[in-house]
């Protein structure tokens, strides 16, 4: 096999990266072009994100990238986008950007999800689309972006999800990519197509609406101006990579088969699932509130959204903006440090997913539920750490029960899986043998799809075999420790 690359971009919720992927004989090395932080910024139409900051840092991103292949000689084929799911842009039938994207942490959609549920049942929006209800999901944003501004809906040509955005840009192609519009809950998940008849009812208009396209097409040629100004040969094509974070990240689950195996995206959100066939969409999903987001391959992540490391990372900004800032490998030896079990949260319980003042709320919580309140950042984390650990279990559980099979591994991949305290919490709450890594998941996944679009690998599981070659993994063994069946007692009893 030829040397050959490719460009991810790889926006998480917050931070992003440009990383370059060289496929040489059967092998992956990934080479950091630029990284860079960012955060939603609010403005008087609510939390929005900085896209032309976003941008201009991709840029950055491509001007390093190109300059990295060219002292190396690497020869750069495409670049692909990937980010988290939900938000997205309205373009006007001129280009123009309707306003800003608006950030899913907005609270305003609350009240659009309420509007939504009163107009047809919870169980009536699962079954049209196999997605499970959170005010954060696209079709709330929509239903209050079409309240609150009527003219800018009306006057779009074009809905584009956070990738496609970035993708329009690179390319001046429109063009929506399924994984990322099947977390919307406006994509129905049997068929992979909008479900019109549901936005119809809900009486929002479905002419934005484009046409939808498969992880792996060939959107087009970056634009001549863009390759100019970022030193990258006008030949790059820009192909659709599996556009939503999770679904690239779950291309790089260095598995070899058999379906023992689940796994577990972990970041500022966790994502825990299985790779299935088919989506499953009945009562005990609809009760569970499990997902079918759509895949790679036309494969269904049946998951669970978790809130993830955002907890943690909400305690450190707070500390930060208190002048007592600290790195989080510090805060995780610092929880190391701390007792167990001695507090616990609910971490999917609406009270801890606005941003602000984090470590506040959990003392809050602690007061109210009669726990000993946190009081050192090693015990605030541990508390997050540990609660994180117990709804994973929760969750695998519910997953096991749902697919009707048992897993013995949970593959833990992404930035989450360098926390090596989480994973060993994780292993020891669910009983799995936990595989921690790759932990640039999402990129690998992103260009494995390009180079699959390209024709230059074969499918899904040549990707995954060069994955397995070369991947950093950790095992962590489950250690028998009855507090953790005790402790996973008093968690389900937490009031939410």
């Known amino acids: 096999m030829s040397s050959w690359a490719h460009i991810a971009i790889d926006l998480g919720a917050e931070s992003g990266r440009v990383m370059v992927g060289v496929i040489n004989r059967d092998r992956l090395t990934l080479r950091e072009a630029h990284r860079f932080a960012h955060l939603p910024v609010p403005t008087p139409a609510g939390l929005c994100w900085d896209v032309t900051g976003l941008w201009r840092s991709i840029l950055e991103g491509l001007r390093a990238a190109g300059k990295l292949a060219s002292a190396e000689g ?18 006007s039938p001129g280009g123009q950007l309707l306003g800003l ?72 192609k429109a063009v929506v990519e399924r994984t990322i519009a099947s ?99 009945n009562d005990a999903s609809a009760d569970a509130n499990f997902t079918n987001e759509l ?29 007592n800032p600290m790195d989080y490998t510090h805060l995780t030896a610092a929880a190391e440090q701390a007792p167990p079990l001695r507090t616990l949260i609910p971490v999917n319980d609406p009270a801890f997913a606005a941003p602000g003042e984090m470590a506040d709320r959990i003392a809050i919580y602690a007061r109210q539920t009669r726990q000993p309140v946190p009081q050192s950042p090693g015990e605030f984390i541990r508390c997050c750490l540990e609660s994180l650990a117990l709804e994973y279990r929760r969750a695998l559980q519910t997953l096991q029960r749902l697919i009707n099979r048992q897993i013995a591994k949970l593959h833990i991949i992404g930035g989450g899986a360098r926390n090596g305290l989480l994973n060993q919490m994780t292993a020891d709450a669910t009983g799995a043998t936990v595989l921690a890594g790759p932990f640039e998941a999402t990129a690998c996944g992103n260009i494995l799809g390009q180079a699959i679009g390209l024709g230059r690998l074969s499918d899904l599981a040549e990707a995954r075999r060069i994955v397995a070659r070369d991947a950093e993994c950790r095992e962590y063994r489950p250690s028998v420790v009855q507090t953790r069946a005790d402790a996973a007692e008093r968690y389900a009893k937490l009031p939410r």
Not at 215 to 238: D, M, N
Not at 296 to 323: D, H, M, P, S, Y
Request: net charge negative.
């Open 295 to 323: 895949g790679f391959a036309r494969t269904v992540r049946f998951l669970k959204n978790i809130a993830g490391l955002w907890l943690v990372q909400e305690c450190r900004r707070q500390w930060e903006r208190q002048g």
């Open 74 to 91: 690497i020869d750069l084929l495409s670049v692909g986008v990937d980010t988290w799911g939900v938000d997205f842009a309205l373009l």
């Open 183 to 281: 977390t919307s809950q406006m994509v129905d998940a049997r068929t992979g197509e909008w479900n019109r008849q549901l936005l119809q009812f809900l009486q929002l208009p479905c002419e934005p609406l484009g046409a939808i396209v498969d992880a792996g097409t060939v959107i087009g040629t970056i634009l001549p101006e863009v390759a100019r100004s970022v030193g990258l040969p006008e030949t790059l094509k820009v192909v659709a990579p599996p556009a939503h974070d999770t679904a690239a990240a779950v291309v790089a689950v260095p598995t070899s088969g058999g379906d023992d195996w689940a796994y577990l995206s972990s970041g500022t959100w966790s994502l825990l699932g299985a790779e299935l066939s088919a989506p499953i969409i």
């Open 101 to 172: 994207p608006l950030c899913y942490r907005e609270p305003s959609f609350q009240q659009a999800f309420e509007r939504c549920v009163a107009r047809l049942t919870h169980r009536q929006i699962y079954d049209s689309t196999g997605i499970q209800l959170m005010p954060i999901n696209s079709l709330y944003q929509y239903e209050h972006r079409n309240r609150t501004d009527p003219a800018a809906v009306a006057a779009a040509k074009s809905l584009l999800f956070m990738p496609d955005l970035f993708h329009w840009l690179l390319s001046g």
